[in-house]
């Protein structure tokens, strides 16, 4: 211990970084909060144009439909591999497509679809918000009266919203047929086997739920996109750090709030 | 009129604006001179509201700004028109969308073809008939400060704030950009406030000429008494001298 530091200096300037910190972590989802309610509020005073909703729902939705294509086609084939090993000597083939479906459905649809959606649309909006703020066009569009935040950033949230639950239905039905090959190809699953399993398993409320659960991770990409974009300092180091804090934080936090919305959804709501 | 009153703002830790007072008086072109790193960009972003100061006043013809909330900021800010330093073009737009796009926001009562020919003659204004089509990206440095000016002048300002115009100009784009400062002042008889560290450029354009240093007006005479002055911190940025009251930072 270098001279003259006691333990108890050590233990106060620890405990002064963790009061810092927390100050700087409460402070942050402060303003992200206040970002959230000043969209809302101007989303509803008044909605922003047609052209420039559909132009953000083109750019996350259009956009991101191969990307999510690719990725639901090997999570319905993982998912039919795995689910047949565990079944070995235990469960019957013929629940196989049921267990895909639901398991698709109510979890990995929405979920995996938001976690590509957020690394890819999340990076993107943080990215581009990032260089505008930077390159001061963010107060060019204040010096001109116009909110930024119903320019920027509600047609960008409000697309999100739009798209993922849309993206998700695709996911959904991609993943199930991604199964489906796996189970006729290799699985030795007849085709009207995998298809009766289905319409025994398949629930609205799964469904539903998925797609309810969509509409809140959209909210969580676009809105994490735009507030770190908003909050980009210093030229291209910072656009990098905004980017990398969007696409992080929108993870953890879809994570979060899919531990929580299964909660209320399948513990309180559908018990 | 802008009368500002002992404007005080601290940016990390530092005291960029110290008490400043000014008066920027309707109908003139006043050039605001100063070393880089001097608040001269902060003083004109607390002036259209962009930023908020830790302390003083500005009042625009009598409005008091300081305190209003970003909507009531966002009706002032339409009497504004604003050149950035960078230009701040919209880069994902054509530069006639860049042109349009405060006449689409706020004057929704507009027609197609009226908001066409306002852009058009707004570009013509700063001579780049022609170019409404073009990308930002595709511009050079003296032709995006000139976008930046028709987009500045969409809504018929009351007053022009302009950030280091001629900044990273060769000599002769900085005399266009001078010229039409000049140009646009006769024809359309607005208020401006020009930011800037290019003396000749003040010499060119200005009514009247302060020097802003470590926060505060140092300095406050018309173009012709600043030739002339033995003010030592004037003469001295005048120079382009290293020696004097002004501290290279």
């Known amino acids: 211990m270098p001279n003259g530091v006691t333990p108890d200096d050590l233990a106060l300037s620890g405990l002064r970084i963790v009061r810092a910190r927390l100050g700087d972590w409460l402070a942050e989802i402060g303003r992200a909060t206040s970002m959230m309610l000043e969209t809302t509020q101007a989303s509803l005073e008044r909605l922003p144009s047609a052209r420039l909703i559909t132009q953000q729902m083109e750019a996350i939705g259009v956009g991101s439909l191969w990307l999510v294509i690719v990725v639901s086609v090997f999570t319905g084939a993982v998912a039919a591999v795995q689910a047949a090993y565990q079944f070995t000597a235990v469960v019957p083939l013929k629940y196989l497509s049921g267990v895909i479906l639901r398991s698709v459905v109510i979890e990995l649809g929405p979920v995996l679809t938001a976690l590509v959606i957020g690394g890819r649309v999340g990076a993107s909006i943080a990215a581009e918000l990032g260089t505008m703020k930077v390159t001061e066009q963010i107060d060019a569009l204040r010096a001109m009266g116009i909110s930024p935040v119903r320019y920027l950033v509600a047609p960008r949230v409000i697309a999100a919203i739009i798209m993922l639950p849309i993206l998700t239905i695709y996911a959904d039905a991609i993943a199930v047929l991604g199964g489906y090959v796996v189970a006729v190809v290799s699985l030795n699953v007849s085709t009207p086997t995998y298809m009766q399993g289905l319409r025994e398993f398949f629930h609205m409320k799964d469904l539903l739920s998925g797609l309810l659960k969509a509409v809140f991770f959209g909210n969580i990409i676009g809105m994490m996109g735009c507030y770190y974009g908003f909050q980009t300092e210093g030229g291209a180091e910072g656009v990098g750090k905004a980017t990398t804090s969007a696409v992080v934080t929108s993870c953890v936090l879809i994570l979060i709030l899919d531990y929580i919305l299964a909660t209320i959804l399948f513990r309180i709501i559908f018990l | ?249």
């Open chain 2, 1 to 249: 009129m802008i009368e500002i009153r002992r404007l005080a703002k601290r940016l990390s830790h530092r005291s960029v604006l110290d008490g400043l007072d000014l008066d920027v008086r309707t109908g003139e072109t006043l050039v605001v001179l100063g070393p880089s790193g001097t608040g001269k960009s902060v003083l004109l972003k607390h002036i259209i509201g962009l930023m908020q100061p830790d302390a003083g006043s500005i009042r625009i013809d009598g409005e008091e700004i300081v305190g209003l909330s970003e909507k009531e900021l966002s009706r002032v800010r339409r009497r504004f028109g604003m050149l950035f330093q960078g230009a701040a073009l919209f880069d994902s737009m054509t530069v006639g969308e860049n042109v349009a796009l405060a006449m689409l926001e706020h004057a929704r009562e507009m027609d197609a073809a009226e908001v066409r020919r306002r852009v058009l003659e707004r570009l013509e204004w700063v001579g780049l008939k022609g170019a409404e089509t073009l990308k930002p990206a595709s511009l050079s440095g003296g032709m995006r400060k000139r976008v930046g000016l028709a987009r500045a002048l969409a809504m018929d300002p009351e007053y022009i704030l302009y950030d280091e115009p001629t900044t990273g100009l060769d000599p002769i784009m900085a005399d266009v950009i001078n010229q039409l400062i000049r140009d646009l002042q006769k024809q359309l008889n607005v208020t401006s406030v020009i930011v800037t560290h290019d003396i000749k450029s003040a010499y060119s354009v200005a009514d009247r000429i302060v020097l802003l240093y470590e926060g505060r007006v140092r300095y406050d005479g018309t173009a012709e008494e600043t030739r002339r002055t033995q003010d030592a911190m004037m003469r001295q940025f005048i120079e382009g001298s290293s020696q004097g009251p002004i501290k290279p930072v």
